[in-house]
């Protein structure tokens, strides 16, 4: 019973309108290209979208303990980097690079949360640092420019998948990935540290009297974030291979998808699946964009209104709630 | 209160002081010498651009607001005016107006986004900027327009070694400082930006004060469109590449500006341009490489909020609404 309940608040909360604008922009698909969603074009559309859901996944867990994460671009821009500088092109150092990358992506994101806990600085200033210090210090790194290469084992996640199946062709295993991680997310959002995390983003004073470690949690929602963008790294390298500009700007496009999954800046709403939702609504509207051949430079300006309907949408409907002022009374998602 | 505001205002420009000093002696270790006029120029000119964005992003911040759109305004804006100038002397007053009435247009449908439609300050200006943005990538390939070259002048021309830019930009500083302190709808800001519920309980039409500020934020963005045309001599679409909005906020932030709003000024943010300034020109004259620039300004702004909060957290103890979270704080790190 409780069981279905929560699966019906789920659908007439925060997830609704986005379920309902994959829904529209999926149907718009269809009318521009039915064959869209033939087996293997749909595939390849997935593959391409997972590392967006990945991400947002990961930028899920620190919104909604009410804190930024604007490092995870130029973190995924390092990590592609940096894989292709130590492993440059030796197949044998393609799994030692890889927990290289892992304890980096740790490291990265250990680090945004100590300093926005310990050090009281703001997730904005923490992380907006953190992206300017990641960016220069790949580039000092490499000097300018990417060097080295990548490992073809190394690109076979983000590339390849399962072959030969019938009807799909490939299941790519970025498709694997998304699909495993996102069950993961949704599993920790149903835990212990998921129920805290949620608390300590609707009213941090409330939470950490009730006696949450809410530092701890923010602290372990941005190495999720730094880990997240670590996988994402993995898969946009193999799918995109090395240049300068991967990650640029993804940042603000995986906020943009978060949100737009019906997730509250400032913490203390939304759901993990509604977060991936958006992302793969924004990458439905990119994929709408090259099926009505609409020139990819619109593409922000969407972007740009989408999200604000969005939001200006959803406070609409939060400012229909009975008692809007005070934030501890509506923990009900309902 | 004020005592306690100017204390952070003089902590901020003993900190530049100890720049200009650790810096000139870094310099004269070096041979060289931080104070000719050559560097001088350097640094002054360094801060007119950033200074007119941070002045506008004082007053947005001081209201609790955000405003990432500037760098997209900017470059608008200065397409706007060298496309009306057109290389035309007698259209430079037209051409000016223009693009400050297209920048103040702008923030007020950002100040109208978050104030009336209750979207998220950070969406709702990152959405504009990203309007723009589809805007100017498609309507601008490459630069276009003409800047006369009377116009130009406002680049370029300089009394003694202070370059008019920073004489305008000072002049505007001076103007805010005297709007925050001496007119009403400076103090409804702080008021504001304290706490929006309890300004409107006070009389206070938050939406108004919102407005205004994000208006004026634009047209400062405008202004700096302008200088950006009367620099290249063209208007250029590429300038937003640059993420000024981010340098402006970085600038807001070091000169002592709580992000959380109702704290700060507009003589702690010129402080705060101008330590970026120096710490620039230092880098330069030191060829130390750009990209360790990014690094050590990133490392710098975390830095100096770290040290901020500090401050920040013995201060709010003291107020009477802060106290419960101040004490729970503490006994959370004990």
Redesign the interface.
């Known amino acids: 019973m409780s069981r279905l309940r929560t699966a019906a608040s789920a659908l007439s909360g925060g997830t609704g309108p986005v379920i309902a604008l994959l829904a529209l922009v999926f149907a718009a698909i269809a009318v521009a290209n039915p064959g869209f969603f033939e087996g293997p074009s749909l595939m390849a559309f997935l593959k391409q979208a997972a590392p967006l859901v990945i991400l947002a996944a990961g930028q899920y867990f620190v919104i909604v303990s009410g804190n930024f994460d604007l490092s995870v671009g130029a973190l995924v821009g390092a990590q592609v980097v940096i894989a292709a500088r130590l492993i440059d092109g030796e197949e044998s150092r393609t799994l030692p690079v890889l927990g290289v990358m892992l304890l980096f992506g740790l490291a990265v994101g250990l680090a945004n949360g100590l300093i926005t806990t310990a050090l009281k600085v703001q997730s904005f200033i923490t992380t907006l640092g953190m992206m300017l210090v990641l960016y220069g210090a790949i580039r000092l790194w490499t000097g300018g420019a990417p060097t080295g290469g990548l490992s073809e084992a190394f690109r076979g996640p983000g590339r390849r998948g399962i072959d030969g199946l019938p009807l799909i062709g490939q299941l790519p295993w970025a498709l694997l990935a998304m699909i495993g991680l996102g069950a993961a997310a949704v599993w920790l959002m149903r835990t212990r540290f998921g129920r805290i995390l949620v608390a300590t983003g609707d009213n941090d004073l409330a939470a950490e009297r009730s006696g949450a470690r809410i530092d701890t949690v923010r602290t372990a929602a941005f190495v999720l974030s730094g880990l997240s963008a670590t996988i994402a790294g993995v898969l946009i390298g193999g799918y995109a291979g090395v240049s300068a500009q991967v990650g640029e700007g993804m940042e603000f496009t995986v906020i943009t998808a978060v949100v737009l999954g019906g997730v509250v800046l400032g913490g203390g709403r939304g759901s993990v699946v509604a977060a991936m939702a958006g992302a793969l609504a924004i990458e439905a509207l990119f994929a709408l964009f090259n099926q009505l051949a609409l020139p990819s430079t619109l593409r922000p300006s969407v972007q740009g209104l989408i999200i604000i309907a969005a939001v200006a949408y959803a406070a609409k409907r939060s400012a229909r709630r009975p008692v809007p002022a005070i934030a501890t009374t509506t923990t009900d998602p309902s | 209160m004020s005592a306690r505001r100017l204390d952070t205002t003089a902590l901020i420009y003993l900190a530049l002081a100890g720049i200009v000093a650790l810096g000139g002696v870094a310099v004269a270790v070096r041979g060289g010498n931080l104070f000719s006029t050559a560097n001088l120029v350097d640094m002054l000119t360094r801060t007119s651009l950033t200074g007119f964005l941070a002045i506008g992003m004082t007053l947005v911040i001081l209201c609790r607001s955000l405003d990432l759109s500037v760098g997209y305004t900017a470059a608008l804006s200065s397409l706007v005016a060298a496309t009306t100038m057109d290389g035309d002397p007698d259209r430079i007053v037209l051409g000016a107006a223009a693009a400050l009435l297209i920048a103040g247009l702008i923030g007020a449908a950002n100040g109208a986004?978050v104030a009336f439609?209750?979207?998220?300050p950070?969406?709702?200006t990152?959405?504009?900027?990203?309007?723009i943005?589809?805007?100017l990538?498609?309507e601008y390939q490459g630069p276009a327009g003409l800047v006369p070259t009377a116009f130009q002048q406002f680049g370029y021309t300089r009394i003694a070694f202070v370059p008019v830019s920073t004489i305008v930009m000072l002049v505007l500083a001076a103007a805010g400082i005297w709007f925050l302190r001496s007119t009403r709808t400076g103090h409804h800001m702080y008021a504001v930006g304290g706490d929006s519920?309890i300004a409107r309980m006070s009389g206070v039409r938050t939406e108004r004060v919102l407005m205004c500020a994000h208006i004026l934020c634009g047209v400062l963005a405008g202004v700096a469109g302008l200088l950006l045309a009367a620099r290249f001599g063209t208007g250029s679409a590429e300038s937003y590449t640059n993420l000024y909005e981010?340098d402006a906020?970085?600038a807001v932030?070091l000169g002592g500006t709580l992000?959380?709003g109702g704290r700060g000024g507009v003589a702690g943010t010129v402080a705060g341009v101008a330590i970026l300034a120096v710490l620039d020109t230092v880098f330069n004259v030191m060829q130390v490489?750009p990209?360790?620039?990014?690094?050590?300004?990133?490392?710098i702004?975390?830095a100096a909020?770290?040290v901020y909060?500090?401050r920040?957290?013995s201060r709010t103890a003291r107020r009477p609404r802060f106290a419960?979270?101040g004490t729970?704080a503490e006994t959370?790190r004990s």
């Open positions: 986004i439609l209750g979207v998220n950070f969406i709702a990152l959405g504009v900027g990203l309007i943005k589809g805007y990538d498609t519920d981010l906020i970085a932030v992000l959380l490489n990209f360790a620039k990014d690094v050590l300004r990133g490392a702004i975390i909020v770290a909060a500090r920040q957290l419960d979270a729970a959370g």
